[in-house]
């Protein structure tokens, strides 16, 4: 076989030019508080970081320390007071900070999605939660509502999810249910003990 030698400096471009085709996310100089009645309290300073395709991060710190003010920055979810003073937030190219709201609403659903580390604060504990995740395709989609409940139907036994999504969210059950829950996992008769 035949092999040449690579010249250096293409062999840099290739590999820059792969870097970047291969990253998803690109954060630069991100800084993002809360502005309220004259006082400024900046909960993020300068961060800069970059995600790849098929890899995850991790953002661990103390209680208080921005982790919660920089995933919503990012995605456009932070709330007056709250609010993003400088930076880059370049997803596949596009950058999130200039989007409109619609436009991210938008990318936000279908390209990305936010995983809440408190599910229980963000679940309405007296809705299904099949129930609530048709309530968000449909906020987000132009889905038919058959289309809508064919997909849900992963949510039913038999289907990918095994009925999981079927029951109410955990803190909707009662104390006479604890016994059961204990021995058969947490959403008993949906078969969940064995994912």
């Known amino acids: 076989m035949n092999t040449q030698e690579i010249p250096a400096n293409i062999q840099d471009t290739s590999r820059q030019e792969s870097a970047q085709d291969s990253r998803l996310l690109a954060v630069r100089g991100f800084n993002a508080g809360y502005a309220s009645g004259g006082t400024t309290v900046r909960a993020v300073r300068d961060v800069s970081f970059d995600l790849g395709r098929h890899e995850f991060l991790g953002i661990a710190g103390e209680s208080g320390c921005g982790k919660s003010t920089l995933a919503f920055g990012i995605t456009g979810l932070l709330q007056p007071p709250g609010k993003v003073f400088a930076g880059q937030v370049q997803f596949d190219g596009v950058n999130l900070l200039e ?25 309405n504990p007296v809705m299904r939660i099949r129930d609530q995740i048709a309530d968000a395709i449909r906020a987000h989609t132009s889905m038919s509502d058959g289309e809508i409940r064919r997909r849900a139907e992963i949510c039913e036994p038999g289907g990918t999810l095994r009925g999981c999504i079927a029951p109410l969210p955990p803190r909707a059950v009662g104390r006479h249910e604890a016994a059961d829950r204990h021995r058969h996992g947490p959403f008993p008769g949906a078969g969940c003990g064995d994912l």
């Open 99 to 123: 989007l409109d709201p619609e436009a991210l609403r938008q990318m936000r659903w279908k390209d990305f999605s936010v995983v809440f580390q408190s599910s229980m604060n963000v679940l």
